[in-house]
Every structure is written in C-alpha cells, then in structure tokens.
C-alpha cells in the first residue's frame, strides 16, 4: 500500500492553447495555458513545411564568395 499523505493533490485541470482549443486533463497544477497543442501544431495538422536542403552549400559560398575547392589529396 502507499504511504498516506505524501502524494500530491491530483485535481482536474482546463489546459488551453493559444489558438482556443481547451482540453480537460488531471493535472497536480491546476488549469494552465500552451502556446501550440495537437490541434494547431503543424505536423499535425499537414501543413509542415520541409526546408529545401538542395544547393545550401553553394548557397553559402556564393554569399561569402568562396569558390568550390576539394580538398587535397595526400
């Protein structure tokens, strides 16, 4: 068994995000509020984008003008 009255309060608690979803939960702190939840999250909701990583090399030396050089050979 448990020891008695060691254990913290667990109550209800109302978490709601930033976009107005509310979610009901038991929680040991109480009602609080997120920034981003399942329900505006981009991975979630389809609407991630994927940062194109083609060409960030060439990129990178044409904006610090360093010219394509491969490495010596020993």
């Known amino acids: 068994m448990p020891k008695a009255d060691i254990h913290p309060n667990y ?5 709601s995000c ?3 979803t509310t ?16 329900s505006c999250h981009p991975f979630y909701t389809g609407k991630q984008k994927l940062m194109d990583t083609q060409g960030r090399i060439e990129r ?3 904006k610090y003008d360093h010219p394509a050089t491969p490495p010596e050979q020993k």
């Open 18 to 20: 930033a976009c107005g």
């Open 60 to 62: 990178f030396q044409k």
């Open 11 to 15: 109550q209800g608690a109302k978490v």
């Open 23 to 38: 979610y009901e939960m038991a929680s040991t702190r109480g009602a609080f509020s997120v920034d981003i939840c399942a």
